[in-house]
């Protein structure tokens, strides 16, 4: 069975500071990655999503998320957050198969950047 | 392209009332997930339709149920409405093997 884990509930963070948010998953197969972006009172957005091939994937809003495979983790980062960021940011895995994807989720991790 | 769309957007209910909600997925996506976010609780798995099947169902009461039609619309009822029941409901669709779900922009559902 796969499970999600974000380890903080909330981070605080000032604005212009970086940030990681993390999570890890357990999984005995492979597994496709997402980051989800909740801003309040919307659906979720996709913020980025690594599948195969480059360890490092990137958003078009200057986040990036490493896939480490020993550690099982893909936590994300930003090196410089900003006031719109603030929103509830959602780890997912998918273990790819034939008749289609089952998404899980983790908990969320409340990102508040402040002023 | 138009996204997933749900309806309604908001629904209020007495307790022991029905409740049905709808989704759309886009346009060539098979599968359709429902999801339960309640404050606080993250998203819960309900329910995972594909080709008009019940693939997966999560940890939820019978009466919770649902459906999926021909054309790949889907219908959430939740029967015997309880207070706990309040909270927002997502709709998600994804195409066979193609990796990521989009979201719509949820149905919020209050009983009272």
């Known amino acids: 069975a796969q499970s999600v884990t974000q380890l903080d509930s909330q981070v605080p963070v000032f604005e212009e500071a970086p940030v990681e948010l993390r999570c890890n998953y357990s999984?005995?197969?492979?597994?496709?990655l997402f980051w989800y972006v909740q801003y309040p009172n919307q659906g979720l957005q996709l913020l980025l999503k690594?599948?195969?091939?480059?360890?490092l994937v990137e958003s078009i809003n200057g986040f990036e998320a490493e896939f480490n495979k020993s550690q099982t983790s893909f936590h994300l980062r930003k090196p410089s957050v900003h006031i719109s960021d603030t929103a509830e940011y959602f780890c997912a895995v998918s273990p790819p198969t034939y008749t289609g994807n089952q998404f899980y989720f983790g908990t969320g991790t409340s990102l508040t950047v402040i002023p | 392209e138009a996204g997933v769309t749900q309806s309604p957007t908001h629904l209020i209910k007495t307790r022991g009332q029905q409740a049905t909600l709808r989704c759309s997925p886009i346009s060539g996506h098979t599968s359709v997930y429902w999801y339960q976010q309640a404050l606080g609780l993250g998203l819960q798995f309900l329910l995972w339709y594909d080709e008009g099947e019940e693939r997966n169902r999560g940890n939820f009461p019978p009466r919770f149920s649902g459906r999926q039609f021909p054309n790949y619309s889907s219908e959430l009822n939740v029967n015997a409405l309880e207070l706990e029941d309040s909270a927002l409901y997502l709709c998600?669709?994804?195409?066979?093997?193609?990796?990521?779900?989009?979201f719509g922009q949820g149905t919020r559902l209050t009983v009272v």
């Open positions: 999984s005995s197969v492979s597994v496709y």
């Open positions: 998600a669709s994804s195409f066979l093997r193609r990796a990521e779900a989009f």
């Open positions: 690594y599948l195969s091939g480059s360890t």
